[in-house]
């Protein structure tokens, strides 16, 4: 009787297009605001908690927390009857909630309440004040809205798959809106508030377009009281801890292969916004394809599924493909009506120079734009192409493993010919064919789940379970594809010849997307597996989704701080795919059939095996991985004086050279020992001379008696072991190095001795300058606190200056350290007007005369309150012994007119876009290398 009562029901309980909409649009803004105001909340906490490891994974987690707790509350929300006005309720309960990060924001400023708090129990808890409520409501969205468009358990996997996808679609625009445009242009105060009047309107839209919807009465609405009562509840065999190991255990992984693939592309990308963006943009783009294609295989099975992932593959291959093919095209094409004199030039650089020079008289921008719908139309074609492969019969993954060993080497060869100065034919073609080999694997696999099939017709429950723990094994093993990818990509000539952001996008993608993809598919599995009916839609959905967040947090939690640090980069990859790969094998209940069971052990066991021996003879080696960078020290062979040089590398910036001389000791036992001795006058950069220079004039003012120096970055502590050897006792010298690291291999690798009276604190610049550094105490304080070309923005600004001038004796001197082009750069000029708001006097100096240079150089920005005395200084550099000194001194008017050339803004604490103002010469730069 109940089954024939629930019948109409059940029949009418679609899934209307209009709340579909209306939910996937408030989700959608919900969490574009979600990482906007992640990316935001650092900037504003950093004057009070600093820019450091435990800033970041502290807010990262407390936003993590927030939305697990709101998707745990918002759940159970949701099945006690929803409409579209809770939706709409929510987004105006977000805006508002939105706001509260700027009067955090605004009491740190002005209460310095926080400094009584220790700095380790300072850090969670300003970070909870400001973000935990915002992160919580706003996460409340999601299972309120996947309750609002479900309207039967059959279409569960659809409509939690689509709304996590679009949750991580508006993570990926909030991400590179934020990244690239809005902290370029506005403060953090006017993007937050324009944030809260975002989701208002919208919460506005949604009230009103409900209202003049006829929807809002659908059988969707009614209460969960009325379905309980009417729809039995089919009970399933996936238990609810299964479901949360295995989302946890998934996100966990997922969160921890984002931090450590920052850390394998720093050492060949550098640390710069476009890593950072590159990276989080295709974590959440895969995990964003992932959640759609898995929500299709939960609901319509492998072969619907199949049809959607190439869909997606072929859209991304053609938007990828497209331009680089039309650039070879139009290249050939404009080698037929060249001058003779550029004959030889290949098609790419023809293509370049027509681009750059020619276009401009030809009508630069109708042609680029007909370049571009070209581009377009090649795109399109060979995105219906992937839809009709799709659907053709034979199954998609071996049509595709066949087109793709088809196509590989027809591209590769196209390449190797029109590009030959970039792409080397027998290193493309080496790399073609592993990509035939894992396409042909792939096809492989695709026949043996054929194969596999009947044998769980019988269960539906069965096959899915089947199907999510293939999904954890390929995503295991895609994990371990990305260490072999590192290895062809790390010695790749074609990569080097790609601008950075193609560059940063090939790495990205290539080794990253596809294990997130894999990744993603789980959840939108995990919830069809998970649900009974649709009245316990919410309460489950929401719990699964906060799971997986408290997942998330602990692999932010536990990489950040533990095991990048203790096991390191590559072999913590090899541990999360065995991790996946243990847990595909109980979830799959693998161990039930013996001949997948020796199929995907054989896989997985020979790509394990030889990844770990590529890992000793070709991945790279790190003295030390910390939790900032991968320092490595190398060393020349000796020369026939027995000069040994060692370089310190933090990343792919050479920070420090120290110079020794081997001598070879005998014993009291005739034995012979060699012994280094450390050459403290070797000063490898030559800014460091000018900062001796400085030095010694700020000795000279103490009449005897010692100076005390700062030194913001510590990095191989070559210039404050120069100081302390070679002005004994006129020094007293102090070093902020953040990462303790550091410190320990100046100490173990550059012989730094371990009884020196340097005094190091391991700690923020911007805490120590505010909290730890006396007041008036200093004659000089030198900031060198750069990495490649990531510059500290909380170090850049006016309070910061404001505070450092605090701790300055009246007449002291900062110096800050600069790379940049004196030309083009906008950096340097932003320091120079943001300085001229403390100091009044604030000047350039450079190692020569010459002014007019557009490369990339290092200069140091003067700021004091006091005139530099230039004769004073040519005094102190001949009583050294040097007919000339290193400093020299940019004149008045041309500082005056670089400055005037291309206007910068002055850096605050509400407005530092430090990172965009070297985007242009850090493009520069990668271009031309």
């Keep these: 009787m109940a089954s024939a009562t629930v019948q109409p029901l059940a029949a009418s309980l679609r899934i209307p297009r209009f709340p579909l909409l209306m939910g996937a649009a408030s989700v959608f803004l919900a969490n574009l605001a979600l990482l906007v105001l992640q990316l935001v909340a650092p900037r504003m906490l950093a004057p009070a908690i600093g820019s450091s490891l435990e800033t970041w994974t502290t807010i990262i987690g407390v936003f993590l927390a927030g939305i697990a707790l709101g998707n745990f509350l918002g759940g159970r929300m949701a099945d ?86 679009v949750s991580t679609l508006g993570c990926l625009l909030g991400n590179y809106l934020t990244g690239f445009t809005l902290m370029a242009k506005f403060t953090t105060d006017t993007i937050t508030i324009g944030t809260a009047v975002l989701l208002a309107l919208a919460g506005i839209g949604v009230r009103f377009a409900a209202r003049n919807d006829d929807s809002d009465s659908m059988p969707n609405l009614i209460s969960s009281e009325r379905i309980r009562a009417e729809a039995p509840v089919e009970q399933t065999g996936f238990k609810l801890r299964t479901a949360y190991l295995t989302v946890f255990i998934a996100s966990f992984c997922g969160m921890s292969l984002e931090l450590a693939g920052f850390r394998v592309l720093a050492p060949y990308l550098g640390v710069s916004l476009w890593t950072w963006t590159g990276i989080i943009g295709v974590m959440l783009a895969g995990t964003a394809s992932g959640n759609f294609i898995g929500g299709v295989v939960a609901d319509r099975g492998v072969m619907a599924g199949g049809r959607t992932m190439a869909f997606l593959a072929f859209g991304f291959l053609g938007a990828m493909l497209a331009p680089m093919l039309l650039r070879g095209i139009l290249g050939l094409f404009l080698a037929q009506f060249s001058p003779e004199s550029l004959r030889g030039m290949t098609p790419a650089t023809l293509y370049d120079r027509w681009d750059t020079e020619w276009a401009r008289e030809l009508g ?56 030959p100065e970039t792409i080397p034919a027998n290193r493309w073609v080496r790399v073609v064919i592993g990509g035939q080999l894992g396409l042909i694997g792939m096809g492989g696999l695709r026949l043996l789940v054929q194969l596999m099939q009947p044998m769980f017709e019988d269960s539906p429950e069965k096959r899915r379970r089947y199907v999510l723990g293939g999904t954890l094994m390929l995503g295991g093993l895609f994990v371990l594809l990305s260490i072999v990818l590192t290895i062809l990509f790390m010695h790749s000539e074609t990569l080097e010849g790609l601008s950075i952001v193609d560059r940063v996008m090939a790495w990205t993608f290539g080794l990253f997307f596809l294990p997130m993809m894999w990744l993603g598919m789980v959840s939108p599995q995990v919830i069809r597996l998970s649900v009974p009916d649709v009245s316990h839609a919410g309460r489950i959905t929401g719990s699964i989704y906060a799971v997986s967040t408290l997942g998330a947090i602990a692999g932010t939690f536990a990489t950040g701080y533990v095991l990048i640090s203790s096991v390191g980069t590559f072999p913590l990859l090899l541990i999360l795919a065995c991790s996946l790969a243990i847990l595909a094998i109980i979830i799959g209940q693998m161990l039930q059939n013996a001949v997948m069971l020796f199929g995907v052990g054989l896989m997985s066991g020979a790509l394990t095996a030889g990844i770990v ?93 010692p100076s005390p120096v700062l030194v913001i970055g510590g990095g191989g502590y070559t210039f404050p072991y120069y100081c302390e050897m070679v002005l004994p006792g006129q020094v007293d010298m102090e070093v902020v190095e953040i990462d303790p690291g550091v410190t320990e291999i100046a100490y173990d690798k550059l012989l730094l001795p371990r009884d020196t009276k340097i005094i190091s604190h391991n700690m923020d610049g911007r805490q120590f300058i505010a909290e730890r550094a006396p007041k008036g105490h200093y004659d000089l304080i030198m900031q060198d606190a750069v990495n490649d070309l990531s510059v500290p923005y909380h170090l850049m600004t006016q309070e910061y200056n404001d505070h450092l001038k605090s701790v300055l004796q009246d007449d002291g001197v900062y110096l800050l350290s600069i790379i940049d082009s004196l030309e083009n750069g906008l950096l340097w000029r932003a320091s120079v007007n943001t ?90 730069r990668a271009e031309n290398r």
């Excluded at 998609?396 to 087109?403: D, E, I, K």
């Excluded at 590398?649 to 450390?678: A, C, F, W």
């Design 835 to 924: 300085l001229r708001k403390t100091f009044p006097h604030v000047t350039v100096l450079g190692i020569d005369s010459d002014w007019d240079t557009a490369d990339r150089s290092v200069y140091v920005i003067y700021a004091s309150n006091q005139p530099l005395d230039m004769e004073k200084i040519q005094q102190i550099a001949k009583a050294n012994g040097n007919d000339e000194a290193w400093t020299h001194m940019i004149p008045a008017e041309k500082l005056e007119s670089l400055l005037q050339n291309r206007p910068a803004p002055v850096l605050t604490d509400r407005y530092a876009p430090v990172d965009n103002l070297m985007a242009e010469v850090f493009r520069a």
């Design 80 to 165: 006690r009857g929803v409409g579209m006005g809770r939706l709409s309720v929510l987004l105006l309960v977000g805006a508002a909630a939105t706001l509260v990060p700027l009067g955090g924001a605004e009491l740190i400023r002005q209460s310095p309440f926080y400094q009584s708090i220790p700095l380790g129990a300072r850090i969670p808890l300003l970070s909870a004040m400001v973000c935990l409520i915002p992160a919580t409501v706003l996460s409340l969205v999601t299972p309120v809205a996947i309750r609002v468009c479900l309207t039967k358990v059959e279409a569960t996997g659809r409509v939690a798959g689509l709304m996590f996808a």
């Design 364 to 419: 630069r921008y109708s042609l680029t734009w007909t370049v571009r719908s070209l581009g377009f139309l090649i795109g399109l074609g060979w995105f219906a192409f992937g839809i009709w492969l799709s659907v053709a019969k034979g199954g998609w993954f071996m049509w595709g493993a066949l087109t793709g060993s088809l196509l590989g080497p027809s591209v590769g060869g196209l390449l190797a010919t029109y590009y």
């Design 613 to 705: 021996t590529l890992q000793s003879t070709v991945l790279p080696h790190y003295d030390l991985e910390t939790n900032y960078y991968a320092i490595r020290v190398t060393e020349t062979d000796p020369t026939e004086e027995g000069i040994i040089e060692r370089e310190l590398i933090l990343d792919m910036l050479i920070h420090s050279k120290v110079r020794y001389q081997k001598e070879t000791i005998t014993l009291p036992n005739g034995q012979t020992e060699d012994r280094l001795t450390r050459d403290p006058q070797y000063l490898y950069y030559a800014h460091e001379e000018i900062q001796g220079e400085l030095v010694r004039a700020a000795i000279a003012k103490r009449n005897g008696k």
